[in-house]
């Protein structure tokens, strides 16, 4: 079985300042990882994945996050933000086999950008 | 391409009573996974439905079933409400090909 912890429930940033949004996971197995983003009274879009090769992967509205295996994290960052990244933000892990496709969810961080 | 849609958007319903949830996954998806959502929380997996078989299920007890159509749109009922059942139930589609899923936009059920 797999567990997420987003280690932020909240995390309040002014416009154009970098932020960084905190994930571990814990597994016995190899995981595939994703960062999706919920706008209120909305579902959830993907906002990028980590399934194989780059440790970095990159969102097209300038996201990123970093696998690091050693650590069993998977944090999002991004180096200026805009108001329009006000929302939800949930880490999730799911495994191969059995597991595939069946989404193990963070509680999610409240990033909340301060004009 | 069509995404995910799911209705009703809004529900409101009396402890005890039962609820049926619907699903239409992406054009080309044949996987169908819901998850419930309490205010405040995380998505938990209910259960998955592949080619019209329940494909794993989450630790949620049986008055939670579903269903998969051969055109994989899915139901999700929900037997004898209780008020915890009150949450944002999402429904997601994904196809064998990739592990992401693609999710609709909710329905709100409220247990009152």
């Known amino acids: 079985a797999q567990s997420v912890t987003q280690l932020d429930s909240q995390v309040p940033v002014f416009e154009e300042a970098p932020v960084e949004l905190r994930c571990n996971y814990s597994?016995?197995?190899?995981?595939?990882l994703f960062w999706y983003v919920q706008y209120p009274n909305q579902g959830l879009q993907l906002l990028l994945k980590?399934?194989?090769?780059?440790?970095l992967v990159e969102s097209i509205n300038g996201f990123e996050a970093e696998f690091n295996k050693s650590q069993t994290s998977f944090h999002l960052r991004k180096p200026s933000v805009h108001i329009s990244d006000t929302a939800e933000y949930f880490c999730?892990?799911?495994?191969?086999?059995?597991?595939?496709?069946?989404?193990?969810f963070g509680q999610g961080t409240i990033l909340t950008v301060h004009p | 391409e069509t995404g995910v849609t799911q209705s009703p958007t809004h529900l409101i319903k009396t402890r005890g009573q039962q609820v049926t949830l619907r699903c239409s996954s992406q054009?080309?998806?044949?996987?169908v996974s819901w998850y419930q959502q309490a205010l405040g929380q995380g998505p938990q997996f209910i259960f998955q439905?592949?080619?019209?078989?329940?494909?794993g299920r989450g630790n949620f007890p049986p008055r939670f079933s579903g269903l998969q159509f051969p055109n994989y749109s899915s139901e999700l009922n929900v037997n004898a409400l209780e008020l915890d059942d009150s949450a944002l139930y999402l429904c997601?589609?994904?196809?064998?090909?990739?592990?992401?899923?693609?999710f609709g936009p909710g329905t709100r059920l409220t247990v009152t």
């Open positions: 980590y399934l194989s090769g780059s440790t």
């Open positions: 054009s080309g998806h044949n996987t």
């Open positions: 439905y592949y080619r019209e078989e329940e494909n």
């Open positions: 597994s016995s197995v190899s995981v595939y």
């Open positions: 999730a892990v799911t495994a191969g086999g059995t597991s595939y496709g069946k989404l193990t």
């Open positions: 997601a589609s994904s196809s064998d090909q990739e592990y992401e899923q693609y």
